[in-house]
């Protein structure tokens, strides 16, 4: 296979400077794989099981673990082996939203858009109260409440949400914005920066926490947070721990901005407000494990099998919707890639495994757990013999919008590598190889361990105006050309990984890092 | 008054062809309005009264009436006289919704964003059902559900909302657009449609109502239809008609794209889905009629004083939030006039009237009364007395965006008036007078008798895409800056005609108008 490849597809670079072998494509592949990816895809079934039919897959939650399974199932259905559930290490509780209703009832009835804080308790049935505004700016301030807050619901006074924007909620990288990254010089690793403890940031968190623990000792009913968002977009974040140690908190909602603000403008003007709110969340801890969905197209070649091209995005989400662009998008993208290359029934050289990371929203601990596992601890950087195996891992996880590129996360070596496997596929716009890191996605922690790990290049679209984390993320924000285009560059990606003579290059080791930098 | 005015501003037009007398423009005024509407503005709090503490304000609702009577007083307290809720007619039924929750429990549960469709009744409790697709192209399609339906929830089928958009929410007018609207050419009044009962839309309306029928016969529990929106924003109608003899419908939720379509994609793949409601509606008809809010600052000039200047906008919104650009926006506006004029001390030569209008919503209707009360039957072009006195209306209606310019409605004659009154604006955006129609608002109730009635030039912001009927038009919508320009603007405009030595001239008296062509 790799010879005829070597003869359809060897060219030399006719560039200035010494002539150097250009990295071979494999156009006839590339046609095949386009043909199945573009016009015969399942993109969007897969995300329909993932998001519709699954549900919300907070991470521990019976949702996520329905979409595990289905997962698995699906990837044994398309021929994969060693499908299951690999449990990475202890997460913590599982909770769900198991009812969400609240209302003014004074000075007149209206239903708010609001949002259990994922890992809250419920009301234990309907609560009715006046709404009582705190306002606090230091702890002492709180003593005036004390003996007030039984059975309330309470309003924490905050500043007007998200003023009128003349921007577009849904936008696409321009040339521009392209040229600049292809342009850009490496950049030094990101500092590792130490928690500052008198940052507003961080002294606004800490004087949260403690007036969270204040209401929950006076035993307030329920509280109204602002969520961030506009227009009945209510963006989420958790209340309290996962951890099956943590304290308990006061019950919390969080309130669409224009709900929350008509509230604090009509307190704040003596009016009386009158709230019902009957909220009811579950817990799970019967298994505090976490699992990654992993699965497997074993390696033909004799020499390379044990060799592994690794592909993942998460799958849990956030709990207000179904998580359709955070992150099922990339999640269904791989899944189609695996679809895709044993439809075309390719037989690689190298093992091609795909997993699906839980906990992501947490701080990428299903992806960390399984680097532990398999390929060594960031931390001392001892590694293990798998972590010299693993040629690379391509990672989706930034929404829906196609691949315009590949971050190379400072790897050099790469960069004309993924130049070459890119070219066929500019006529989808997606050519840009940039020298930049990125963060905050499941690469990092390959990254971390040495193993090169790359995030694609993706159109933003309303990732960050609407769908990131927020009630609005469906499947419904599923750009189907798009998530087409990205699993039929990935299937590219992935064939001629698994393909080539030689792993994809390495940067130097990283140093151990010590626990305080690792976020 | 009038002589201090012309000895201050008296102007000769310059331009080539015959000189001719520039309309007057009293500078002084112009300033201490300014200082007053500008540096003074009043129009924030007025619209937190008729928003966050009225509510939403229905035709014929307790919120509606709650905010007449703040408005009533509100202007006495300035100093305006015969301030009262004057009768305009008969309207219909009022009604408010009382609960709103429904959420599915199967496959998972997730709480729903929707609104029940103004007059419909409630569901009479909290029910609980599997959703049941209602799928017909013609009634007798609906044989096969007769007998099943009784108590359930059921899902029309539908096909998908909004589509991803790469155009901002909101925007302002352009130099482009408002030039072309300068030099835009007299048009013809809109032709008289009449009801074309093969168009499609047509037909699809006697569809959908005989599938109401069907349903109410069979007894459903509730319906759902989708609304028009994304992202949390749902535009609301009705769904049954206010007269006190409309015929019974089935409880019916409009429900946010996003929600309607999960549903509707897991009904139509097989997949079980469950719902709970609990929807209370509360009618009312102890009070039939309708009413404006209506309240005079009476004109001083012995000669004039019979003669009226009039300002207004409607008070009335949709019920699924506070209508805040729509139009409380222009209520506030207008009430904020009256009381810049109050502030500087105004005493007009002819009397400045103010109306907030009710029903607008449903037909003008409170414009549309007003005028047949007092000046006359556009069917039949019988006139009032009142007819000859009435200057000209101003109304503002296009939601919370600050004013470019004025539309003349066709009235030429009012052009080198208008230009010569915007003068001292253009540093505020607001220059361009088109001899265009606009439609829509209260003004045509006017323009339809022979009175002058003019709607200004509006800039859009996200009137289009987010707040008009929406459950997302609530104070938060309104920009301040653009409310308090144009309350300066129309102060001056209403100064103006107040103190002109002629009315308004006035374009040809209208034909009469068959019954058929109102709309």
Same mark, same amino acid.
């Given at each position: 296979?790799?010879?005829?490849?070597?003869?359809?597809?060897?060219?030399?670079?006719?560039a200035?400077?010494?002539?150097?072998?250009?990295?071979?494509?494999?156009?006839?592949?590339?046609?095949?794989?386009?043909?199945?990816?573009?016009?015969?895809?399942?993109?969007?079934?897969?995300?329909?099981?993932?998001?519709?039919?699954?549900?919300?897959?907070?991470?521990?939650?019976p949702?996520?673990?329905?979409?595990?399974?289905?997962?698995?199932?699906?990837?044994?259905?398309?021929?994969?082996?060693?499908?299951?559930?690999?449990?990475?290490?202890k997460?913590?509780? @599982?909770?769900?939203?198991?009812?969400?209703?609240?209302?003014?009832?004074?000075?007149?009835?209206?239903?708010?858009?609001?949002?259990?804080k994922?890992?809250?308790?419920?009301?234990?049935?309907?609560?009715?109260?006046?709404?009582?505004?705190?306002?606090?700016?230091?702890?002492?301030?709180?003593?005036?409440?004390?003996?007030?807050?039984?059975e309330?619901?309470?309003?924490?006074?905050?500043?007007?949400?998200?003023?009128?924007?003349?921007?577009?909620?849904?936008?696409?990288?321009?040339?521009?914005?392209?040229?600049?990254?292809?342009?850009?010089?490496?950049?030094?690793?990101?500092?590792?920066?130490?928690?500052?403890?008198?940052?507003?940031?961080?002294?606004?968190?800490?004087?949260?926490?403690a007036?969270? !623990?204040?209401?929950k000792?006076?035993?307030?009913g329920?509280?109204?947070?602002?969520?961030?968002?506009?227009?009945?977009?209510?963006?989420?974040?958790?209340?309290?721990?996962?951890?099956?140690?943590?304290?308990?908190?006061?019950?919390?909602?969080?309130?669409?901005?224009?709900?929350?603000?008509?509230?604090?403008?009509?307190?704040?003007?003596?009016?009386?407000?009158?709230?019902e709110?009957?909220?009811? !969340?579950?817990f799970? !801890?019967?298994?505090?494990?976490?699992y990654?969905?992993v699965?497997e197209?074993?390696?033909?070649?004799?020499?390379?099998?044990?060799?592994?091209?690794?592909?993942? @995005?998460?799958?849990?989400?956030?709990?207000?919707a !179904?998580?359709?662009?955070d992150?099922?998008?990339?999640?269904?993208?791989?899944?189609?890639?695996?679809?895709?290359?044993?439809?075309?029934n390719?037989?690689p050289?190298?093992t091609?495994?795909?997993?699906?990371?839980?906990?992501?929203?947490?701080?990428?601990? @299903?992806s960390?757990?399984?680097?532990?596992?398999?390929?060594?601890?960031?931390?001392t950087?001892?590694?293990?013999?798998?972590?010299?195996?693993?040629?690379?891992?391509?990672?989706?996880?930034?929404?829906?919008?196609?691949?315009?590129?590949?971050?190379?996360?400072?790897?050099?070596l790469?960069?004309?590598?993924f130049?070459?496997?890119?070219?066929p596929?500019?006529?989808?716009?997606a050519?840009?190889?940039?020298?930049?890191?990125?963060?905050?996605?499941d690469?990092?922690?390959?990254?971390?361990?040495?193993i090169?790990?790359?995030?694609?290049?993706?159109? @933003?679209?309303?990732?960050?105006?609407?769908?990131?984390?927020?009630?609005?993320?469906?499947?419904?924000?599923?750009?189907?050309?798009?998530l087409?285009?990205?699993?039929?560059?990935?299937?590219?990606?992935?064939?001629?990984?698994?393909?080539?003579?030689?792993?994809?290059?390495r940067?130097?080791?990283?140093?151990?890092?010590?626990?305080?930098?690792?976020?």
């Open positions: 296979m790799n010879k005829k490849l070597l003869s359809l597809c060897l060219f030399f670079a006719g200035a400077g010494a002539a150097f072998a250009q990295e071979p494509v494999d156009t006839a592949m590339v046609k095949k794989i386009r043909e199945e990816g573009l016009n015969h895809s399942k993109v969007m079934e897969t995300a329909f099981y993932l998001t519709d039919v699954s549900g919300p897959r907070l991470s521990g939650s949702e996520l673990k329905h979409a595990q399974e289905w997962a698995v199932n699906q990837l044994k259905s398309w021929g994969l082996v060693n499908a299951q559930r690999e449990p990475w290490g997460f913590g509780k @599982g909770w769900e939203v198991q009812k969400n209703y609240a209302a003014i009832t004074l000075p007149y009835y209206h239903a708010i858009i609001a949002i259990p994922a890992w809250t308790p419920g009301t234990n049935g309907l609560i009715k109260s006046n709404i009582v505004l705190i306002k606090a700016d230091t702890i002492t301030d709180l003593d005036k409440y004390k003996g007030t807050l039984q309330k619901i309470l309003i924490i006074d905050a500043k007007a949400g998200t003023e009128r924007t003349f921007k577009t909620d849904a936008s696409r990288a321009t040339d521009e914005e392209l040229d600049a990254m292809a342009k850009a010089k490496p950049e030094a690793a990101a500092p590792r920066r130490a928690i500052d403890r008198n940052s507003p940031a961080f002294r606004a968190r800490a004087f949260r926490t007036i969270n !623990t204040f209401l000792d006076q035993n307030a329920l509280v109204l947070s602002q969520a961030r968002g506009s227009d009945g977009t209510v963006f989420t974040t958790n209340g309290a721990s996962y951890a099956d140690t943590a304290k308990a908190v006061s019950p919390e909602l969080e309130v669409s901005g224009e709900d929350f603000q008509r509230i604090l403008r009509l307190v704040k003007a003596g009016i009386r407000v009158e709230m709110a009957d909220i009811k !969340t579950q799970y !801890t019967d298994d505090l494990q976490g990654d969905v699965a197209i074993p390696g033909t070649d004799k020499k390379l099998k044990d060799q592994v091209v690794m592909i993942g @995005g998460h799958l849990d989400s956030w709990h207000a !179904t998580g359709g662009t992150n099922a998008a990339g999640s269904a993208v791989m899944m189609e890639v695996m679809r895709i290359l044993k439809a075309v390719f037989k050289r190298r091609i495994r795909i997993a699906l990371w839980s906990s992501e929203e947490q701080g990428l601990f @299903g960390r757990g399984y680097v532990l596992n398999h390929f060594g601890d960031p931390k950087m001892e590694l293990k013999p798998e972590q010299a195996k693993l040629s690379a891992y391509y990672n989706l996880d930034n929404g829906s919008g196609k691949i315009r590129g590949i971050f190379l996360q400072g790897d050099s790469a960069g004309p590598i130049k070459a496997w890119l070219d596929f500019k006529d989808l716009g050519s840009t190889v940039t020298i930049r890191n990125t963060g905050s996605t690469h990092v922690s390959f990254d971390a361990i040495g090169p790990g790359f995030q694609f290049i993706q159109d @933003g679209l309303d990732y960050g105006s609407r769908t990131h984390h927020s009630n609005q993320d469906t499947y419904d924000k599923l750009s189907e050309d798009d087409k285009q990205a699993a039929t560059i990935v299937a590219s990606f992935v064939y001629h990984t698994s393909q080539r003579e030689e792993m994809i290059p940067k130097e080791l990283p140093k151990p890092q010590p626990p305080a930098a690792r976020n």
